[in-house]
């Protein structure tokens, strides 16, 4: 339980104006950085906007089903199939997950969802096309979940896949998809912005995403109303996966 010091109390807490929820790999987890999913891009940008978030992130993670790293602990589902499902993804050498059933996106809805996927995609490698083909499969799939979320697709910092990533987005946006959107991260970051690997940004590289990313964001945000329901359950996922379905890090009032 919770013990208060003598003489303190508690406050209630402020009502949310929404709930983002990021979809990535580690950069989105934080990896490499001080305080991990506390010092990634999701977490600052949700908090410089006053919004609930919720990350579904695994180090290592490819968007493409069928890719995936060969070495231990490597995530051997893609995103493409890993979003729509309860708990965490079989890790290798396994390929196969212990009761992961589809997860019910009745649960809460996001209000925007930012992609940030495809490095592992290009270095582990899967083939353009495949890519190309598994991201426009992955946003009608998204779409067909989450009809009114405002979906925000990012290039990833490096450059990896940037042009199948924009085709797959105007692929799909240009059906009628008006709540759909491309962001341009080129030039957001410089070498000096990363750790010595030059893939995963350091604690300032994500500080600079995030800002760059709250300015993207917020006229989407300031349309808003104030949020006065709990938008997700607490979750049992462990916490070196970072953030799941089910869990997020910041709740609105009852």
Known sequence: GLVLASGARTLPAEPSKGLIEFVGNSITSGSE???GNISAFAWLTGEALGLDRTAISYPGITLTAGYSYTFNGAPTIGQEVQYFKLTTPPLYPSKTAVNNTDWNFSRYTPDIVVLNIGTNDKLVPVPAANFRAAYVRFLKAIRAKLPTTRIFVMRPYGGHFAT??????????GAGDT????INTNGWLVPSDYVSDGLHPSDAGQIKVSTKLAEVLKPYVDGLTTSTTVRA????????????HGLSLTFSVL
Do not use: Q
């Not at 709540?179 to 491309?182: G, L, P, S």
């Not at 359950?233 to 799941?244: C, D, G, Q």
């Open 164 to 173: 199948e990533i924009e085709s797959a987005w105007k692929e799909v946006s």
């Open 233 to 244: 359950a607490p979750s049992t996922i462990p916490s070196r996966l970072r953030t799941e």
């Open 33 to 35: 950085t001080t305080n």
């Open 179 to 182: 709540r759909m959107h491309f």
